[in-house]
């Protein structure tokens, strides 16, 4: 049955290998068992059902990609978009939870017609990389500034508007030494630096009395308090339309450049470079992103974890299914997950702003007309709170300045469609 449903010869690979390979992707992407519920949290969703939500969407997400794709890529809600869907669009706009989880589901929706008729090659090919590379690296700058203010580091300060905090409080220690750590364990290329940072930190913290366990293994908590709570009506309000693109825009990118990037590592391209099956896999995302948010959690998408697999030699759509049933065994364990603080989060949260932070390496400095709008656009995510607030000044820059140097011939119409609507958009709000 597993030949037949994977075929694994064809791939040359084996069910021990197969195995090992989905274990090692979970254990390279576990944390979000602990991050996204603390991140979530702060919304007023429930602790306990953001849990569950967790664990079954990245299970759906990853069983649908394994079985349907046969790719060996897991899936869980994103890390940077679960920030923006707490930080700013709740939290600073004012939305509620179920308003917001009802634009998730919207962007999945959109996505999935998308990817149903292709037009998400036209969309992916109009948007230039840079631009691209420096919102993935905005993106890490926020939550840079998110990890820093949870782990007590980065304080408010109405003169200067942020300050530094106390490093001598036990939080802010325990946060460093938990990044220096999972910084290490990854150089030192070790499955699973980033949990075994979160589990050290929040060990010493209960071992230090600034935080409790009450057990490890329990049943899973009720899923009640945010299953089916999504409000779609609410997120079809004009001012949510930016933060739906937003949603989608950010999806789509990152699953496309993690789909495409794992797959060359695993010699999956065909002669042409290009990848098949490619519109399964985005089928499944796109499933996934809706299911999780009628679950209640922020999008789900295909994680850059897998490479770690991969690497360990996965080739099939078992690897995912692997990740899968381990994402479901999770589900026993939401003690510890409730017994991890925000700052034992924090280094986990700094440690991936790093990894997205690194593709601004791939950004021509010599060319002004590409590195101002893209130096414009990763640093208003974090200065204005919001990814789309970054994305819109991204776009906008990009537009006027090459429009301004002569270069407008490089401009594709995608590009001049969406900056006049990020225009319209920020008037609104000057208004």
Known sequence: MLEK??????HNTTLRTEVLAGLTTFLTMAYILFVNPSILAETGMDHGAVFVATCLAAAIGSAIMGLVANYPIALAPGMGLNAFFTYTVVLTMGYTWQTALGAVFLS??????????????????????????????????????????????VVDNPATLVGLGDLTAGGPLLACLGFFLIAALAYRKITGAVMIGIL???????????SELNGVVSMPPSLVPTFMQLDIMGALDIGLLSVIFAFLFVDLFDTSGTLIGVAQKANLLDKDGRMPRLGRALLADSTA????????????????????????????????????????????????????????????????????????????WEDLTVAAPV???????????????????????????KLLAGRWRELSPAMWVLSILFVIKLGWFAG
């Open 5 to 10: 449903l994977f075929q694994l010869k064809a």
């Open 108 to 153: 999945g929706a959109i996505f999935f017609l998308l990817s149903i008729f292709k037009i998400r090659e036209w969309i992916i090919h109009s948007i230039p990389l840079a631009l691209r590379s420096g919102i993935a690296a905005g993106i890490g700058l926020f939550l840079a500034i998110i990890a820093l203010k949870n782990a007590g580091i």
């Open 200 to 210: 050290v930190v929040t060990v010493l913290s209960i071992i230090l009395g600034l």
């Open 289 to 364: 992103t809706m299911a999780g948010a009628a679950l209640g959690t922020s999008t789900t998408t295909s994680y850059i974890e897998s490479a770690a697999g991969i690497s360990a030699g996965g080739r099939t759509g078992l690897t995912a299914c692997v990740v899968a049933l381990l994402f479901l065994l999770s589900l026993f364990f939401a003690p510890l997950a409730g017994a991890v603080p925000a700052y034992a989060t924090a280094p986990a949260l700094l440690f991936v702003a790093v990894l997205m932070m690194s593709s601004l390496a791939n950004i021509d």
């Open 375 to 401: 130096a414009i656009a990763a640093l208003a995510m974090p200065l204005t709170f919001s990814i789309a607030n970054g994305i819109a000044f991204g776009f906008i820059a990009w537009t006027a300045i």
